[in-house]
């Protein structure tokens, strides 16, 4: 082991009666510095004695004191220790030491309770086993761990059990003090190139960390913390300056509910100021972190509740770009939890995209699941469907993000956006004739004319009634890409302006003018929007929160039965036409039939939509055999009742398919029940596991027009003029705004006080720097006349 001084002695105590300890080599006893007054101290033996059997050798021979470093020798001589003979280290001496050593049992950690001191004996027991700095031996930690009660030794390094239970100092905080990270998470390692200076190294920082100001408070705590838990004391004792922060919190959270910038939050808290509240939170660059703060506690709470109760769970996803042109993808989950009747929307996130690829998509989807806690493993036994619009990117055929999830995650319902589909199917039936295109093409000319020319807007309304200036505004892009609602808008603006468009256009577009004048076309713009209503009436029915996958497919039908009517009558607006003619608003139109300009083939149109809708939206290409078969076994209006017997063999084959999709096992004796009760009665009770099964059902969403919303909402939130929010920060705010309860029904209390677990400052913590005051002198100088 090489010369026995050089082992470690312990640093110097501070003034007064304190004695200080060392340790010696592993072939040595360990030393002790006894005070026997302010400037006389003496070296002894100090056995570490495990039992009342062992007793230390009393043979002393002659002064024997051993060379020790210069460093050391040094330290001794500033002291002014006198250097005392003890007894000689003889062959027994020596074999006691082994035989001493041979009975102290091995080091074991065990975690004690903060507030109680066991005696030595187990203070050994708690250390077997334990791996202990490269340049300490058991004597030397079992001594350390005796003297500093605080001290823990977990995997070679050292940390303090106080700290780590307290963690933060709470209302006993001040500037500049602050409890080490280090000791916290057990990270203290000794410096030094050679062992002594390595043990000099460990003793200094004990020593420091022993004395320090933070750890001194931390025992405070401690102390009253005997008949309490650490984390109530410190909530107790901060209840002021926590309802101080409540109060910013609800400034924070009410300036992003209202989508209010977080900039706002300086002039609220300065009128808080001025009624009497001392706060330190009070920049946008607080308001940002606190608004964080909540955004992940909402969505680690939500979304644990969700796991645990392993809820079945729909994903739903759409594209977009933010005004600074940045892509984005917004990512929403529909599940069914006990306690709502219907199936619950929940904003994820909103990512940004680096890359459009189907490969970068599904990772996105994938790893964002996964930061919110759903596992691989949960997503093979909960997921059932995924949602997008028709985009080629998510949904083609050939490694697509649908592929992708179908690969891993097999047997999940693919399903696109049915408005989507809905507007498919009509512009598929338009593609096909030509003078639908010159309707289209007529109302994009209109929509050009005042909506790239402020000169010919204005000429317009100089010459035009005010109340007629909205319906101008409303012409848009008639059957563009958009949903059939904007396109009724816009074919109903012209409708109305009818007469006024024929007047403008007689003085400066005269070809507008003789198509205006044109009966064929009058005609053809009433069956447009007698199309376009009924498609509006159906996208809306679909948006609805509440239509699930069955309600759609009975909307569709009702839909197509319209359009079947419609062909074989007069819809509402062309029965109006021959008394619009001869209405006074239209006797200045000289209405002819100019068959340049040929009428609409009226029966081949409405075929085209007919068989388009029926291709887009009632058959499912995605399966051989249509889902809505197996679905149907769950709505006892779709039953063939001729074929139905109890029990009924065909629909408990197809039983054990609808299990499969919904992955949820259905009880046989449930179905059965089920059967017979509807046979019998309308009005019946309904099985535990059938009702479970229809809301699982009603988990898959239709559409992604949640996800429309979601981006409206983020356009509202990120302006041109708070462009500079990072798509994470729109992340959080939205996750407020959607998630959060209303600000009446929302307590801060909980997430003010993880925010204070977080080591983050509360609103009265002093140590900050002082915001700097405006000066206004010129403004001061009017109100100092005399």
Not at 125 to 143: F, G, H, I, S, V
Request: glycine fraction near 4%; proline fraction near 3%; hydrophobic fraction near 35%.
């Amino acid at each position: 082991m090489g010369d026995p001084g050089s082992e470690m002695i312990e640093s110097a105590p501070p003034a007064g009666p304190e004695a200080s300890e060392a340790t010696t080599d592993e072939n040595e006893d360990d030393i002790q510095f006894v005070s026997e007054g302010p400037s006389k101290c003496v070296l002894e033996y100090n056995y570490l004695v495990c039992s009342d059997n062992e007793k230390p050798s009393t043979c002393h021979n002659d002064i024997l004191f051993p060379k020790m470093p210069k460093r050391q020798g040094d330290f001794l001589r500033f002291l002014n220790v006198k250097k005392v003979k003890t007894d000689t280290e003889s062959s027994n001496n020596k074999s006691q030491c082994e035989l001493s050593k041979s009975k102290e049992p091995n080091f074991k950690y065990v975690e004690q309770p903060i507030t109680e001191e066991n005696p030595s004996c187990s203070s050994k027991e708690e250390t077997d086993n334990l791996l202990l700095p490269d340049c300490w031996n058991e004597k030397q930690a079992l001594m350390f761990t005796e003297q500093y009660k605080w001290l823990e030794i977990k995997e070679g390094k050292l940390g303090c059990k106080d700290c780590s239970a307290v963690r933060h100092l709470g209302s006993k905080a001040e500037k500049h003090v602050h409890v080490s990270k280090e000791w916290i998470a057990y990270l203290v390692t000794p410096n030094g190139s050679n062992k002594t200076t390595r043990q000099a190294s460990l003793r200094k920082k004990i020593r420091e960390h022993d004395v320090s100001k933070a750890h001194g408070k931390i025992q405070d705590l401690l102390k009253e913390s005997v008949n309490d838990s650490i984390s109530n004391l410190v909530h107790k004792q901060n209840n002021k300056n926590i309802d101080a922060t409540v109060k910013v919190f609800n400034t924070v959270y009410s300036l992003v509910k209202h989508n209010r910038p977080l900039s706002d939050i300086e002039g609220a808290i300065e009128l808080q100021e001025k009624n009497g509240e001392v706060n330190c939170l009070n920049t946008r660059y607080s308001a940002t972190r606190i608004a964080e703060h909540i955004a992940k506690e909402m969505k680690m709470k939500i979304f644990k509740n969700i796991i645990e109760e392993n809820a079945k769970i729909c994903i739903i996803i759409d594209e977009a770009s933010t005004v600074s042109k940045k892509s984005t993808l917004v990512i929403y989950l529909q599940c069914t939890v006990h306690s709502a009747p219907t199936p619950v929307m929940l904003f994820v996130a909103l990512k940004e995209l680096v890359s459009t690829t189907a490969e970068y998509i599904f990772n996105t989807i994938l790893s964002t699941l996964n930061d919110c806690g759903f596992t691989d493993e949960y997503l093979k036994a909960n997921l059932i469907a995924f949602c997008s619009d028709g985009a080629n990117t998510v949904l083609g055929k050939k490694s697509k993000v649908a592929t992708k999830l179908l690969e891993n995650f097999p047997k999940i319902i693919i399903w696109n956006c049915l408005n989507y589909r809905l507007h498919l199917s009509l512009d598929d039936s338009i593609s096909e004739i030509k003078q639908v295109n010159h309707f289209k093409l007529f109302l994009d000319k209109i929509y050009s004319i005042y909506h790239q020319s402020n000169k010919n807007q204005n000429k317009l309304l100089e010459t035009v009634a005010k109340d007629l200036e909205i319906e101008i505004i409303k012409i848009g892009r008639v059957m563009g890409p958009r949903w059939a609602a904007c396109s009724l808008q816009a074919a109903t603006a012209v409708w109305h302006a009818y007469p006024v468009l024929y007047m403008h256009f007689s003085n400066s577009h005269s070809g507008l003018a003789k198509r205006l004048a044109n009966i064929n076309f009058l005609q053809d713009l009433a069956l447009m929007i007698d199309i376009l209503e009924e498609f509006s009436l159906l996208s809306t029915a679909l948006q609805a929160r509440s239509t699930n996958i069955q309600k759609a497919q009975k909307l569709i039908k009702r839909t197509i039965r319209a359009l079947e009517n419609l062909k074989i009558g007069t819809g509402k607006h062309e029965s109006q036409i021959e008394g619009l003619i001869k209405s006074d608003k239209f006797k200045d139109i000289p209405f002819n039939k100019n068959n340049k300009f040929n009428a609409l083939p009226r029966s081949m149109l409405l075929e085209n939509i007919i068989e388009h809708m029926h291709l887009r939206l009632v058959s499912d290409r995605n399966h051989n055999e249509s889902i809505f078969d197996y679905f149907d076994l769950l709505e006892p209006s779709a039953w063939p009742y001729e074929e139905v017997t109890s029990p009924w063999i065909a629909g408990e084959k197809k039983l054990f398919h609808l299990c499969e999709i919904l992955k949820y096992e259905i009880d046989l004796s449930d179905f059965r029940e089920f059967v017979n009760n509807n046979i019998k009665s309308n009005n019946v009770s309904i099985p535990t596991t059938i009702q479970k099964a229809k809301k699982i059902v009603n988990t898959i969403a239709i559409n992604n027009a949640e996800a429309e919303r979601g981006f409206n909402l983020m356009n509202i939130i990120c302006t041109r003029v708070r462009n500079s929010l990072t798509i994470d920060h729109i992340s959080d705010l939205m996750t407020i705004n959607l998630l959060g309860k209303e600000l009446t029904d929302w307590d801060a209390t909980p997430f003010v006080k993880s925010w204070s677990n977080c080591n983050h400052r509360l609103a009265t913590d002093t140590r900050v720097r002082q915001k700097s005051t405006k000066t206004y002198e010129n403004q001061l100088a009017i109100w100092n006349l005399q």
